[in-house]
């Protein structure tokens, strides 16, 4: 990385030793790929899509409140959901017309601590999702494709094991 003055002088150099960006190719279990793609590495104006972040799949793409397809035809997800949820996926999604994400999990916390049940969302789950990001890590130190599996059981490390070392682990 260098910090640069006048044309033709360096001024300072340094060794970047992070991360500023990160692009990812995702293949899922069942065989839908995605990508992934983060920087904070720009100058000038942040690089953003009008309307916010932007899922993409094989066939269409999330952009914001709207899936817009690969033939061009968009929808607004709320349309979607409304023709194409069950009345029982309506009332999951929304329980007593609570709609807000925060507000949501709570309600799904108390509830499982009441049922003496799961929430939705287990810390399995989001050890999993832990690892899902750790692997993009792991792909790129290890320059080939993970699995989370493999990631999750520590038999893929290349890219932790110098964290491990450091924390004597």
């Not at 990385?1 to 990160?22: C, I, L, N, Q, Y």
């Not at 590495?41 to 953003?48: L, R």
């Not at 066939?59 to 409304?82: K, M």
Request: negative net charge.
């Amino acid at each position: 990385m260098r910090r640069t003055g006048a044309p033709s002088s360096v001024v300072a150099e340094t060794v970047a030793d992070v991360d500023d960006a990160f692009f990812a190719l995702i293949e899922f279990a069942n065989g839908a790929a995605g990508t992934i793609s983060f920087t904070w590495a720009g100058h000038g104006a942040p690089i953003a899509l009008p309307g916010g972040m932007a899922i993409y799949g094989s066939r269409a793409c999330l952009h914001g409140a709207t899936l817009i397809r690969d033939d061009g035809s968009r929808e607004a997800v709320a349309d979607l959901f409304d023709r194409e949820a069950t009345a029982a996926e309506r009332d999951a999604a929304t329980p007593h017309g609570v709609t807000d994400p925060f507000g949501l999990a709570y309600l799904d916390w108390l509830r499982a601590i009441r049922a003496g049940s799961q929430p939705e969302t287990s810390g399995v789950e989001g050890l999993r999702d832990l690892a899902t990001a750790f692997a993009i890590s792991e792909s790129a130190a290890a320059g080939e494709s993970v699995t989370v599996d493999g990631v999750l059981a520590g038999t893929i490390d290349s890219w932790q094991r110098e964290i491990d070392a450091h924390y004597g682990l």
